[in-house]
């Protein structure tokens, strides 16, 4: 498995995740440049294809991706977990990147060996 390169920050943020018609909230747990874990009610199946709306302070960045994973409380015995997906960016405007960089200052940093806050 490859390593990630990139660093994930502990952010919360509302986004609106649509796909061929279906449409749902969630909200990021963690956050990169290239993908983010968001905690919804349900998730897409892998390899879907989405849209997704981030709404990050006064700005709505949009952005596409493809589910790379996905968990369900099921398999997390014991905690109450959220369903959730990660996600990889796969296209987002220079705004959203620029964003991201700017969480180095402010947001928690994700240790490597963990896929939540």
């Known amino acids: 498995m490859k390593k ?19 449409q749902q909230m969630g909200v990021t747990v963690n956050i990169s440049r290239r993908g983010m874990f968001v905690a919804t009610t349900e998730a897409f199946r892998k390899r879907s294809r989405l849209r997704i709306l981030v709404a990050a302070a006064d700005d709505i960045y949009a952005v596409s991706g493809q589910v790379a994973w996905k968990i369900k409380k099921a398999m997390i015995p014991g905690q109450d977990a959220p369903v959730g997906m990660g996600i990889r960016i796969e296209n987002a405007p220079a705004e959203y990147y620029r964003y991201i960089a700017s969480l180095r200052k402010n947001a928690a940093v994700v240790p490597p060996c963990r896929s939540a806050c």
Do not use: M, N, P
């Open 4 to 22: 990630r390169s990139e660093a994930r920050y502990c952010k919360s943020l509302l986004v609106d995740i649509s796909r061929t018609g279906f």
